[in-house]
């Protein structure tokens, strides 16, 4: 078995930027530079054959032109009350949703279920201990708010691994698709 995610990873310079903010909240399991992206689709445990399927369906989905995108703002997910993830936000792109959506899509072609979601893309910052204060929080959040990175232009996507840990996954690539 194994668990895949597509994903586009972020360029080193924004990474920089992104770890450099990563500070003053105590609670916070900062995530490092390595495991920085923008998720497209998740798609959960699945059998190595099923994973070879997903990898076809993922060619058909690569191939239509590089993006430019811009990080934009921050804020935090939650379940019910407690706020679980701090992220940073990407500017809207009408592009970047049409490749999640075609992810989507290849993971359903391939005889998975992803979960249906509102495509929201973000960077997951931290993950959250239930120690962190709402106060703190919301603190960190209006001092970081104002968050934006210049364009930066991403020409491939990546099918990754996930094994989970305390803190967070630890992330491998496993291909990479040409945009």
Same mark, same amino acid.
């Given at each position: ?6 994903? =586009?990873?972020?360029?080193? $310079?924004?990474?920089?930027? &992104? @770890? #450099?903010?990563?500070?003053?909240? !105590? ?20 059998? =190595?054959?099923?994973?070879? $399927?997903?990898?076809?369906? &993922? @060619? #058909?989905?690569?191939?239509?032109? !590089? ?25 809207? $792109? ?86």
């Amino acid at each position: 078995m194994v668990r895949l995610f597509t994903a =586009l990873a972020v360029p080193p $310079d924004i990474a920089d930027t &992104l @770890v #450099r903010r990563q500070t003053g909240l !105590p609670g916070a399991a900062w995530r490092p530079p390595e495991a920085l992206h923008i998720t497209l689709s998740f798609y959960g445990e699945m059998m =190595l054959r099923q994973a070879d $399927d997903l990898d076809g369906e &993922l @060619v #058909r989905a690569a191939g239509r032109g !590089p993006l430019s995108l811009s990080l934009a703002g921050v804020g935090a997910f939650g379940d019910g009350h407690r706020s679980r993830t701090l992220w940073a936000g990407v500017a809207p $792109d009408d592009r970047l949703t049409a490749l999640a959506a075609r992810c989507e899509a290849a993971g359903r072609r391939a005889g998975l279920d992803p979960p249906r979601r509102t495509y929201h893309p973000h960077v997951t910052l931290a993950y959250l201990k239930p120690t962190v204060r709402d106060d703190r929080l919301a603190a960190w959040i209006q001092g970081h708010n104002l968050l934006q990175s210049p364009p930066f232009r991403l020409d491939h996507f990546g099918l990754y691994s996930s094994v989970t840990g305390p803190n967070g996954g630890t992330y491998s690539l496993e291909q990479e698709y040409p945009l």
